[in-house]
Antibody, heavy 120, light 107 residues
């Protein structure tokens, strides 16, 4: 069974940093792209970042480019999102998502999410 | 970026009703269209991928159709557990983008 478990969310001041983690199990992690998707309170879904199984291909939404860094440790089956220069607009639940198959953009599996609140 | 427009943004329906939600892309996305269901406080769940393929375990009352720019999600007979928010999402080009959502609640 595919399982994705996010952690690392919390309250951070504007301009601060936070690192999210997503522990994966139940599939061959190193052979799968994974992504971060976020949802601001009461709002819709926004794709944030994706990374290939090897880590050699990476995508960022324009809204986070230059501030967020996605990475993975295949030896630990863990995905990361380093978030810097945070602003109130980054307040959201952040979900880790895995594709259904080889198509990166069919998110067949989701974690439960971790809430990031940016506020002074 | 490709814009995804859903309509309606909300609807009220009764158990047993047939419900149709539409999604329009700002340019052709062939059949790279997915549908998700989200209940309050929960992660989204994939219902339909590639416009019309039913995800494993999803009841057959859910169906998807369309290609190019216009797509439809249909629930043939609404059940109590179907009251939720539904999102379409295009996977044709980067960045993948979502529609604004359609909230289905009880009439």
């Amino acid at each position: 069974e595919v399982q994705l478990l996010e952690s690392g969310g919390g309250l951070v001041q504007p301009g601060g940093s936070l690192r999210l983690s997503c522990a994966a199990s139940g599939f061959s992690f190193s052979n799968s792209a994974v992504s971060w998707v976020r949802q601001a309170p009461g709002k819709g879904l926004e794709w944030v970042s994706s990374i290939s199984g090897s880590g050699g291909s990476i995508y960022y939404a324009d809204s986070v480019k230059g501030r967020f860094t996605i990475s993975r440790d295949n030896s630990k089956n863990t995905l990361y999102l380093q978030m810097n220069s945070l602003s109130a607009e980054d307040t959201a639940v952040y979900y880790c998502a895995k594709p259904l198959s080889s198509d990166w953009y069919v998110a067949g599996y989701w974690g439960q999410g971790t809430l990031v609140t940016v506020s002074s | 970026d490709i814009q995804m427009t859903q309509s309606p943004s909300s609807l009220s329906a009764s158990v047993g009703d047939r419900v149709t939600i539409t999604c329009r892309a700002s340019q052709s996305i062939t059949n790279y269209l997915n549908w998700f269901q989200q209940k309050p406080g929960k992660a989204p769940e994939l219902l339909i991928y590639a416009a019309s393929s039913l995800q494993s375990g999803v009841p057959s009352r859910f169906s998807g159709s369309g290609s190019g720019t216009d797509f439809t999600l249909t629930i043939s007979s609404l059940q109590p557990e179907d009251f939720a928010t539904y999102y379409c999402q295009q996977g044709y080009s980067t960045p993948p983008t979502f529609g604004g959502g359609t909230k289905v609640d009880i009439k």
